[in-house]
């Protein structure tokens, strides 16, 4: 079981319809969450990190973590065009680990 | 947020040479830098973690002596690749957290093809 798991997609989705993005992961002593995106050929961006259960709200985007079921999620409201990415989703315990990510495709 | 530099952002060399890249912290203190290798279509993998004032702790795999990490002062850390050879060749990317937060801030990237 890999560490941190995330569907790879493509997801595809609508100009202004909502992106929701999954990621699982196996470490329960995980304390920190994080979604990156990247575009091809550029390094990751920060884009939200949640500590707490619950949701987090931050512009159009909100991340959602359950520790419970240890899964945490990334919902993207009104997507545009410019938000087709690859989004990571990374886990910090002893160290920062990343998943593979999903790819997002935002049409137009 | 805190800002993080690679130089170069890419660069091709010939095999057997040894290629050195820069990572700097702008706007903040960086007692530990992060070195992370990409390969096409796959996510970040961790090769080291790079400590100001002692030795870089490597991840299972990295072979040290290929990749030496240097981190001399609290702004810049350095990966030099040794005897670089085609299977090298990856996206190459720094990172730091800024101070005492959990977030990492990533560097641009440095591209490097060995030819």
């Known amino acids: 079981q890999k560490e941190v798991e995330q569907n790879s997609g493509p997801l595809s989705v609508p100009e202004g319809a909502i992106a929701s993005l999954n990621c699982t992961y196996s470490?329960?002593?995980?304390?920190?969450f994080f979604w990156y995106r990247q575009y091809s050929g550029k390094s990751p961006e920060l884009i939200m990190f949640?500590?707490?259960?619950g949701d987090k709200e931050d512009g159009r985007f909100t991340a959602q973590l359950n520790k419970a079921s240890q899964y945490v999620s990334l919902l993207i409201r009104d997507s545009q065009p410019s938000d087709s990415a690859t989004y990571l989703c990374?886990?910090?315990?002893?160290?920062?680990?990343f998943g593979a990510g999903t790819i997002l495709r935002v049409k137009s | 947020g805190a800002v993080v530099s690679q130089h170069p952002s890419w660069v091709i060399c010939k095999s057997g040479t040894s290629v050195k890249i820069e990572c700097r912290s702008l706007?903040?203190?960086?007692?530990?830098m992060f070195w992370y290798r990409q390969f096409p279509k796959q996510s970040l993998m961790l090769m080291a973690t790079?400590?100001?004032?002692?030795?870089?702790?490597?991840e299972q795999g990295v072979e040290k002596d290929k990749f030496l990490i240097n981190h001399a002062s609290l702004t810049l850390s350095t990966l030099t690749v040794t005897s670089a050879h085609p299977e090298d060749s990856s996206f190459y990317i720094c990172?730091?957290?800024?101070?005492?937060?959990?977030?990492?801030?990533f560097g641009p990237g440095t591209r490097l093809t060995v030819t």
């Open positions: 990172s730091a957290p800024d101070g005492g937060r959990y977030e990492q801030y």
């Open positions: 470490d329960r002593g995980s304390q920190s």
């Open positions: 949640i500590y707490s259960n």
């Open positions: 990374a886990v910090m315990g002893g160290k920062l680990v």
């Open positions: 706007d903040f203190q960086a007692t530990t």
């Open positions: 790079s400590n100001e004032g002692s030795k870089a702790t490597y």
